[in-house]
């Protein structure tokens, strides 16, 4: 199997519908992953920028949702380890679960640009340009409607406690990238008109007009960013073995339960704090990042056996 064949096979793997109706998003997403890979491999020197943080008003207590910020910071991790440097923006109202994630994944010392509900991200677009940020990279961040709201997926207007930072995301000089998984984050704008009203729930009142170049769609966003490091460790040799030495589940674990005890975090669908995403247990997150690194550790094995017969 050559490599961008091994991306899209690992991309189909986190294309699994967990009752959000979004099995046609996957089909007009196809082949993001491989786009968003090659797009992080081959960017020109610099720091990469991740935009996160998605927070849940009628939670107990309110807080972020765990999906994004231990995603993130798990992305931030491994890009470390290949020696990509990384910053983080978010908004006030997250700011507490996304430097919880950081401080466990080990990267709290990164820079992190944290704007207020309402405000403006002038500031972290000066920051990201001073710091010669290359590649923004959203990962479950609620970006702007068509009617210029922020709203969750019960169509909630969320504007309230949410900085719109899609003018971050996209003031440039940088690429961009987007994960996703309901319709209503930043990136979403990248599939076709209307899709998104057509078969997701509330999808005419969520749907984030905001684009990417790239868009990975997942069936829960924090796959997205066992996919991102699963296709970086394909596409680069040279990064493998540091990569799949960070897509360790006892760190996704510590990750997950830090941002939910000390930032808070709750999960989005239950908005209890508990250490699940999307209602789904921890245990069946790891089982998809075992999957994913099985994929890429049978295929190296394979190329190996070949080599020496």
Known sequence: MNRLALIDKIEAAIHQDVGRNIAPLF???RGGLR?????????APGPIGIVTGFYVPGGVPPAAETDGPAGAALLAAGLRRVGIAARLATDAPCAGACLAALQAAGVGDMPVDVATPHGSPDEAIAAWRAGGVRLALAIERCGRTADGTAR???????????TLLDDLFLAGPWRTVAIGDGGN???MGALPEGLIAAHVAHGDAIACVTPAEHLILAGVSHWGAYALLGGLAVL???????????????L????LE?????????DGVTGRQEATID???GAKHRQMLGTISKMIETEKAGARQATLS
Not at 152 to 162: E, L
Not at 236 to 250: K, S, T, V
């Open 27 to 29: 089909t007009a997403a």
């Open 35 to 43: 786009g968003a890979v090659q797009a992080l491999a081959d960017a």
């Open 152 to 162: 969750n997926m019960r169509g909630r207007d969320v504007g309230a406690w949410t």
């Open 185 to 187: 984050e930043i990136g």
């Open 236 to 250: 680069r040799d040279e990064w493998r073995g540091a990569l799949l030495d960070g897509m360790d589940p006892a």
């Open 252 to 255: 996704d674990r510590a990750i």
């Open 258 to 266: 830090a941002t939910v005890r000390d930032g808070p975090a709750v």
């Open 279 to 281: 209602s789904i247990d």
